[in-house]
């Protein structure tokens, strides 16, 4: 039997705000995480995502996508550390990448400063208190 080990994770986000945070993940202040960020990888059956070192259920889907789901992004989480290790049954080899995470809309003024139009669209202002 022929072991096959899991491909190297990559990490990614449904926007980038590549001027304010070149390489970024993005996600925006009160949302769920699931629904911007995603950790990649093929043959991996165990997977471990952490945002500012706190764990993340992921969900797996059968195209080697993993999300966290059930994370709301705060402000606590803004510039935090996201990490996605996969492993597999077949192999001990245990790949792990981090990316930083911008969190979007954290204060209101921030999201006035994008040029991503998608992500101005997409976010909803709160008001200060």
């Given amino acids: ?11 990614s986000s449904t926007y980038t705000i590549d001027r304010e945070c070149p390489g970024c993940l ?8 699931e629904s911007y960020v995603k950790c990649q990888s093929f043959y991996a059956t165990r997977v471990n995502i952490t945002v500012g070192g706190k764990n993340a259920r992921a969900h797996t889907f059968p195209t080697g996508g993993f999300r966290p789901t059930l994370y709301t992004a705060t402000d606590e989480d803004h510039m935090a550390a996201v990490t996605c290790s996969v492993g597999n049954d077949d192999d001990e080899t245990v790949l792990t990448t981090t ?3 911008y969190v979007a809309g954290r204060p209101n003024y921030d ?4 040029l991503s139009l998608s992500i101005y669209k997409y976010y909803q202002p709160t008001a200060k208190n």
């Fill in 99 to 101: 990316k930083t995470l």
């Fill in 1 to 11: 039997m022929v072991l096959v080990p899991p491909s190297e994770p990559v990490l």
């Fill in 111 to 114: 999201i006035l400063c994008f």
């Fill in 26 to 33: 993005v996600a925006v202040r009160g949302e769920q995480l």
